[in-house]
Structure formats: C-alpha cells, structure tokens
C-alpha cells in the first residue's frame, strides 16, 4: 500500500487539490463572480508561489497538482466565465512567480 502510494503521490494530491478547488468554488460563487474572479487570482498567486520555490526540484508533479485545483475550480463554477477564471488563474501564477 505505502509503495502504491510512493508511486502515485502526484495522481492522488491531484484528486484530492481537484475536490478541494471543486469546493472553493463552489462557495466562492455562492457570493458572485467578482469574489470567484478574486479567490481563483489569489490562487493563482499561491500556485505560482509553490512553483517559484520548487523551481530547482522535481516540478512536473507540481503542475499536475497545480492544474488539478484549477480543473476542480473551473467545474465548481457556475457564475462568471470560464475562459476568464483561467486566465486569472495563469495571470495570478505569472505574478506571484515574478514577483518572487
């Protein structure tokens, strides 16, 4: 079990970021779409974080996990445009990660 887990570690914080940004969404939404246009770029910003600080390191796993939370975000959102949620999404990863 430990060794299946080993393996597969980057697939199952994939599903488990993807559940959790399915239920951000869902609650950032539950305002409007300008809080789900915030919440996603501040996300963003936190993944571009990650990915400037693991930049040395193994990243490829982090870019799954990464797009995972997006995937989940863009499913749990009903208000607002989904092209313009990934856009945020990517604006905010470009900031953080150059303002870093």
């Known amino acids: 079990m430990a060794d299946f887990f080993f393996k597969n570690w980057a697939e199952f914080f994939f599903f488990v970021v993807m559940v959790?940004?399915?239920v951000v969404a869902l609650w950032a939404t539950s305002f409007?779409?300008?809080?789900s246009y915030i919440v996603v770029f501040l996300s963003g910003m936190i993944g571009g974080r990650?990915?400037?600080y693991r930049k040395?390191?193994?990243?490829?796993?982090y870019y799954i996990i990464i797009?995972?939370?997006?995937?989940?975000y863009v499913?749990?959102?009903?208000?607002?445009?989904k092209r313009v949620?990934?856009?945020l999404f990517v604006l905010g990863a470009l900031f953080s990660y150059h303002l870093h």
């Open 67 to 72: 797009i995972g939370f997006l995937i989940g």
């Open 32 to 35: 409007s779409a300008v809080i």
């Open 75 to 81: 499913i749990g959102t009903y208000y607002g445009d």
């Open 50 to 52: 990650l990915l400037y």
């Open 56 to 61: 040395k390191k193994l990243t490829f796993p």
């Open 20 to 22: 959790i940004g399915f």
């Open 85 to 87: 949620v990934i856009i």
